[in-house]
């Protein structure tokens, strides 16, 4: 009996060689991801901030008086209705009138009072070249949230 031998049988086929580079791609771009930002407590917490900044600027446009936010340095902010920063509202889902978010040791370094007008036009914060900005801070890192002066966008 004769062994027949395939001169073939000694390699990869090119699909393999694909399909393995494509799982290396994904898994080095999982990597680097997750190692770029390895406190997500800092972005969850300027995301939230720019959703309440949001739901204010709407409260305002369906509503006959102005709406803002009051996050002026600290560990706090708080909704607010009309034109005094102390009659504080509570934000959908919250428990309390102000957000904490010293917990996670997170604090706002750079900050002020906006507020919305029926319009949706923001007010009471410092623009400058067009915008107005809220630092969040942790540690050495930074999230910076702008607002826009005509429009009121939130970025």
């Given at each position: 009996?004769?062994?027949?031998?395939?001169?073939?049988?000694?390699?990869?086929?090119?699909?393999?060689?694909?399909?393995?580079?494509?799982?290396?791609s994904i898994f080095a771009t999982i990597?680097?991801?997750?190692?770029?930002?390895?406190?997500?407590?800092?972005?969850?917490?300027?995301?939230?901030l720019k959703a309440h900044i949001r739901y204010a600027q709407m409260r305002a446009m369906n509503s006959t008086i102005p709406w803002g936010v009051h996050a002026e340095a600290g560990t706090s902010y708080w909704l607010f209705a009309g034109t005094d920063t102390g009659n504080r509202q509570f934000f959908p889902g919250e428990s309390e009138d102000s957000v904490d978010i010293g917990a996670d040791g997170i604090s706002i370094s750079q900050g002020g009072v906006v507020s919305f007008d029926q319009w949706g036009v923001p007010s009471g914060?410092?623009?400058?070249?067009?915008?107005?900005?809220?630092?969040?801070?942790?540690?050495s890192q930074h999230s910076d949230i702008a607002i826009i002066e005509n429009t009121g966008f939130v970025r």
């Open positions: 009996m004769r062994i027949k031998i395939n001169k073939n049988d000694g390699g990869f086929t090119l699909l393999e060689v694909i399909l393995v580079l494509i799982f290396i990597a680097v991801s997750r190692q770029a930002n390895p406190d997500v407590s800092l972005t969850a917490a300027a995301e939230v914060i410092s623009f400058n070249g067009g915008q107005a900005a809220i630092r969040l801070s942790k540690d």
